[in-house]
């Protein structure tokens, strides 16, 4: 038999074991991206609910009442009004600029968590403040 009619009758593929340990880590990053995608969601809603909160009120404290109106309606947990960081509109000292900071901490099995950092404004192009500890 010459080498070459060899190779054709080889199957090549994925073995049993192969396809259970792709079957594993598909599985895996599937329950991540399901364990993830809240959080995100959440972040888009803070997101728009600082956007809102800004044009609603004009005191601090109106935008932190503003903001929780919407938090409450938009299913936001993670923060409330007094978390946000509103400072002066560093641009043109006239306005001012709604920002958040926070962590979201997931657990995944055992003591694995994965944490995420969000952060947020409504500026643009203006790094974000740290809130104080």
Do not use: C, W
């Not at 880590?25 to 993830?36: A, D, S």
């Not at 109106?62 to 919407?70: A, H, L, T, V």
């Amino acid at each position: 038999m010459h080498k070459s009619a060899r190779y054709l009758t080889t199957q090549g593929g994925l073995s049993l074991v192969g396809l259970i340990f792709m079957l594993a880590i598909l599985g895996f990053l599937g329950v991540l991206g399901l364990r993830i995608a809240p959080t995100v969601i959440e972040y888009r809603a803070i997101s728009n609910a600082i956007v809102t909160a800004k044009s609603a009120g004009g005191t601090v404290r109106e935008i932190q009442n503003s903001f929780d109106k919407s938090a409450s309606v938009g299913y936001i947990d993670s923060i409330s009004g007094r978390d946000l960081i509103v400072s002066k509109d560093s641009a043109d000292g006239s306005g001012l600029e709604v920002s958040f900071a926070y962590e979201k901490k997931i657990a995944l099995f055992g003591p694995a968590s994965l944490v995420l950092d969000y952060t947020g404004s409504t500026a643009k192009g203006v790094p974000v403040a740290k809130a104080a500890e």
